[in-house]
């Protein structure tokens, strides 16, 4: 050991290489079934004890067996891939210590000869081993290959300087040569260049990687064989390489599959990467319990939707059958939620395999079954058994919530979801169970609220500058004027009837009374007194009514953000709300106030004597 390593041990360092090399002394002593059936027990606990970790593994099971798994045959599949892999990890303890004899009693290579040819006079194969089985037996089989020059496999160092050399030596002791990616890839690709087999754990998850789907579903996957394989150069062949437990104490090594890598006709990173995690994702379904399933191997991060060139997004529509499917439980206010969908149009168009599922209270689920981005919309009575219907299960497990509503009951219905990565506001209630957290800027101008929202979505996409307005969703054949006199705000947010009388009285055209079905009756009795035709609608079906070619006089509330949203021009009396913040997005628009010291109050009453939307003119109104 170098005196440079020694100087950096810690002495609970020193303690944990000690007793490591305790304990490979007691292994040296056990029977390698004896170790398996220890790993067993073990198992058994981590299960029962666990779970958390029980959580973890059926989520990965449902993503690699049957999205539609549950109940009591997800919960044996879960147990049993415990047990497994509990076993699998303590034999691989024991594998480095086992003698030439245990060795060949344990081990059957099966494709061997196959894969020594394959790795001789030149030629380079690139082993793409999935975390599966008792993998340390790959570093035990190089006597096996004595054709082959050289035997290596990429590994990850330990932070234990200690421990790092004790585990180094083990593996290398049968002649397998150890790369660590953090002394660079130079010896990596000498021994491509030279020939002979290199073993690369290619189904770790990496936010550095590419992201390409794997058992269907879009990953982080290393591009390293890939890079080896290109480095070859025509004198490279990529084999799936795995071991998988048959019996207790004993293992296959699987050799014998080879990796096609010009299916599509592509020999791009990308295109060998897809072609790796098919394959692995084959071999591992032929004993699908011997896989290391008990971490977040489909691990939704902060930035989960990464650049993808043209080639990528190609790969993930033609392989991915389970979409990253994020819940987004919008705010209780119909005003307020309308205002996120510039958030969720960034969100949907940011990754191919996307999929929107909006939580809402009961008047809003109607309106978001409109919107084209949204897949599938709850509400807030029960989400959580509505979420887990036979319907919504079988798409496989949710990635990511969005809590934009402060509604605490449902918040504790959807964290019975996780494993979930939780993002919203600073200011949110919750904001002790949120991973990330968006805290708007303090001291500068007010801002639209709708920009709020993007800064959250811009945490962890980059934003392509999706607009409020559509107005190709509106009725573009529509034409007219429309009064919307009923504000959904509250009473504070009103006009003298006197001067709705003159707006009437100097618009030209057709004039429409247009008013929600909760003012059906104070809308008619207006109507008539202004003699005008009234139109009772839902929030949903405004885009029918309202277009490009309208405009809407109106007191702020749902009905102005609605007309926006479909590209009609709206003329906004704001009496609570400031026009800075809430006045309706988009072009063309007028928002018109009053400063008055109580403006805005954000109150559904006015508590004034007089009322500052009183002392707004038809004159101001009605101008351009």
């Given at each position: ?6 100087k ?35 198992g ?17 099971m ?12 997800l ?6 891939n415990?047990?497994?892999t ?24 099966i ?20 975390h599966?089985g ?20 990429m ?14 030596k ?32 290619s ?30 150069k ?6 799936a ?10 293992w ?48 939704p ?19 991915c ?13 119909f ?24 939580v ?21 009575i ?21 809590m934009?509503s402060?509604n ?7 964290k ?31 801002t ?33 004027c ?7 705000l509250?009473?504070a947010d ?9 707006v ?16 059906k ?23 029918s009514?309202l ?10 509330g749902l ?14 009396i ?7 913040v ?9 928002a ?28 101001e109104?009605?101008?351009?």
């Amino acid at each position: 050991m170098s005196e440079q390593s020694v100087k950096k041990t810690t002495c609970s360092q020193k303690i944990g290489a000690a007793a490591y090399m305790a304990f490979c002394f007691v292994l040296r002593l056990l029977d390698i079934r004896v170790v398996a059936t220890f790993g067993r027990c073990i198992g058994y606990l981590v299960w029962a004890l666990m779970p958390g970790r029980r959580r973890i593994v059926a989520r990965n099971m449902r993503i690699v067996v049957d999205p539609a798994l549950k109940g009591a045959k997800l919960s044996a599949l879960v147990r049993r891939n415990i047990v497994r892999t509990t076993m699998n990890l303590a034999c691989t303890f024991k594998t480095g210590q086992m003698t030439e004899k245990e060795l060949k009693r344990s081990v059957n290579i099966i494709g061997g000869d196959e894969f020594e040819e394959k790795a001789s006079d030149g030629q380079t194969i690139i082993g793409c081993i999935p975390h599966a089985g008792n993998w340390e037996i790959l570093a035990r089989i190089r006597p096996y290959f004595s054709r082959v020059k050289r035997f290596g496999s990429m590994y990850r160092r330990l932070d234990n300087p200690i421990l790092e050399e004790l585990v180094y030596k083990t593996r290398s002791r049968y002649g397998c040569e150890m790369f660590s990616s953090k002394k660079g890839l130079k010896e990596v690709f000498r021994l491509a260049k030279e020939g002979g087999l290199l073993g690369v754990l290619s189904d770790q998850f990496t936010q550095q990687g590419i992201f390409l789907p794997y058992f269907g579903k879009v990953t982080g996957t290393t591009p390293l064989p890939s890079l080896i394989y290109k480095r070859c150069k025509g004198n490279g062949h990529l084999m799936a390489v795995a071991t998988r437990n048959t019996a207790l104490g004993k293992w296959d090594v699987v050799l014998s599959r080879r990796i096609e890598t010009n299916a599509d006709g592509e020999d791009d990173i990308a295109s060998i990467t897809q072609a790796v995690n098919n394959e692995i994702a084959e071999v591992q379904k032929e004993s699908i319990i011997d896989g290391f399933w008990m971490h977040h191997r489909w691990k939704p991060t902060g930035r989960f939707a990464p650049n993808v060139d043209e080639v990528q997004k190609s790969l993930i529509r033609k392989y991915c059958t389970l979409p990253f499917r994020i819940i987004i439980c919008v705010p209780e206010e119909f005003e307020e939620a309308v205002l996120t969908i510039p958030f969720m149009r960034e969100l949907a168009a940011c990754r191919p395999d996307m999929q929107l599922n909006v939580v809402c209270p009961e008047e809003q689920q109607a309106f978001w079954k409109t919107q084209e981005y949204v897949t599938h919309v709850v509400t807030t009575i029960r989400p959580l058994q509505q979420l887990e219907s036979d319907e919504l299960y079988k798409e496989g497990p949710y990635d990511y919530l969005f809590m934009l509503s402060e509604n605490r009951k449902v918040f504790r219905e959807l964290k019975a979801l996780m494993p979930l990565y939780t993002s919203g506001f600073a200011s949110s209630p919750f904001k002790k169970h949120l991973r990330t957290k968006c805290v708007p800027e303090c001291g500068k101008c007010p801002t639209p609220r709708i920009e709020d929202y993007l800064t959250l979505a811009s945490k962890h996409i980059t934003l392509s500058g999706q607009q409020y307005a559509d107005a190709s969703r509106g009725n573009t054949a529509a034409t007219g004027c429309f009064l919307a006199p009923f504000s959904t705000l509250g009473k504070a947010d009103s006009w003298p009837i006197e001067k709705w009388k003159e707006v009437v009285s100097r618009l030209e055209g057709k004039v429409t009374l247009l008013a929600l079905e909760r003012d059906k009756e104070a809308a008619a009795a207006m109507a008539e007194q202004l003699g005008i035709p009234c139109t009772i609608t839902q929030p949903e079906a405004v885009a029918s009514i309202l277009g490009p070619n309208t405009k809407l006089y109106a007191v702020d509330g749902l009905l102005p953000q609605l007309a926006a949203l479909v590209g009609c021009r709206c003329h906004v009396i704001m009496s609570s709300r400031l026009a800075a913040v809430y006045a309706p997005p988009g072009k063309g628009h007028k928002a018109v106030y009053r400063h008055t010291p109580c403006h805005p109050c954000y109150r559904c009453e006015c508590d004034q004597t007089a009322h500052c939307a009183s002392e707004i003119g038809v004159d101001e109104f009605l101008a351009e």
